[in-house]
């Protein structure tokens, strides 16, 4: 009995180290990859945390400059922290509140040059979008309509299409496009939620161009939220 058992576990033996022979190097590989992967993900968790943390520290001290209303350290503090953490939420909403402080104490240019860089690598689409409608309205007070219209056009986040049209709204109606600006404006009015206080704003600005939205439109609208 114990002799056939031997020669039926070294028959198994055998069969395991064919197979080892055969698949071992792949399995190795497999393992190795697999093991790989997952300390790179962990590192890369580990590093965007990191990352976070330093950038939060970072604008917790450009916030406390901006409520001082220190503009020059609120620019330095933007300018270190798109230099070493330029991927993180923190860093776009610094260059948000920058370029508020800065248009807030007459540096438009500086203002302008803080929101292009938002625009343009701010990671998540809703603050590429916040950058390009501030610097629309940023380059409508100064006349710009063409560029403040293209920077409209970049303004492309769902959450923001109502702001974004009433915005183009008001650079059409400068251009004196009242048609043009009119549309716009119903546009914002029926895609804010009626519940929006900013929605009677709009609302305003079409009964001043003589397109008062329709009552029972209206409340349609809002029975439908």
């Known amino acids: 009995m114990a002799t056939h058992l031997d020669l039926e576990e070294q ?48 604008f917790d001290e450009l916030d406390k400059a901006a409520q001082a209303g220190d503009v020059e350290r609120t620019a330095r503090v933007f300018a270190d922290l798109k230099d070493r953490y330029p991927r993180t939420a923190f860093t776009q909403q610094g260059g948000l509140l920058a370029a508020k402080l800065q248009f807030e104490k007459g540096q438009v240019d500086a203002a302008r040059a803080t929101l292009t860089w938002v625009g343009e690598h701010a990671v998540e ?29 970049a303004a492309t986040a769902k959450e923001f299409e109502a702001l974004v049209a009433d915005r183009r709204g008001d650079v059409l109606l400068a251009q004196g496009k009242k048609d043009a600006a009119k549309a716009a404006y119903q546009k914002a009015w029926s895609a804010m939620d009626a519940k929006v206080e900013y929605r009677r704003l709009i609302e305003a600005k079409l009964t001043a161009l003589g397109a008062a939205p329709d009552a029972d439109k209206a409340k349609t609208a809002e029975a439908s939220k």
């Open 11 to 58: 028959e198994q033996l055998d069969q395991l180290k064919h197979f080892w022979k055969q698949y071992g190097n792949l399995i190795t590989w497999v393992l190795i990859l697999v093991l790989g992967a997952f300390a790179a993900w962990n590192a890369w968790n580990w590093w965007q945390r990191d990352q976070a943390v330093k950038a939060g520290a970072m």
């Open 125 to 153: 689409s809703e603050y590429q979008t916040l950058a390009h409608l501030r610097l629309a309205g940023v380059l409508m007070d100064q006349k710009k309509y063409d560029e403040a219209s293209k920077e409209l056009d």
